[in-house]
């Protein structure tokens, strides 16, 4: 069963940087996509970005230039690079894969002071 376990969330300033991570039990290129999902307090989960086995990398315009998603495949590890932070991206950010079925991180917050 695969397993998808984030890390890197916290507090931070406006204006500043994280990077998360999301390590699978599993090969990443087992699954057909891995991708990062958020949910503020009130708003419905939004992707942000994702990737495809073949590496395909696409993203919601509202992080389009200041997120960048990775793979680190020697750890099994997608990672997310965020950088501008801004208020509006106080989430919890959640890992998302889909391998036939579609598995889920439990998430890590994000929450970006102004």
């Known amino acids: 069963q695969a397993q998808l376990v984030e890390s890197g969330g916290g507090l931070v300033k406006a204006g500043g940087s994280l990077r998360l991570s999301c390590v699978t039990a599993?090969?990443?290129?087992?699954?057909?996509?891995i991708a990062w999902y958020r949910q503020g307090t009130g708003n419905e989960r939004e992707l942000i970005a994702a990737?495809?086995?073949?590496?395909?990398?696409d993203y919601a315009n509202s992080v389009k230039g200041r997120f960048t998603i990775s793979r680190d495949t020697a750890k099994n590890t997608v990672l997310l690079q965020m950088t501008s932070l801004q208020p509006e991206d106080s989430a919890v950010y959640f890992c998302?894969?889909?391998?036939?079925?579609?598995?889920w991180g439990k998430g890590t917050l994000v929450t970006v002071s102004s």
């Open positions: 990737i495809s086995r073949g590496g395909v990398r």
């Open positions: 599993a090969n990443i290129f087992s699954f057909d996509v």
């Open positions: 998302y894969a889909r391998l036939i079925k579609e598995y």
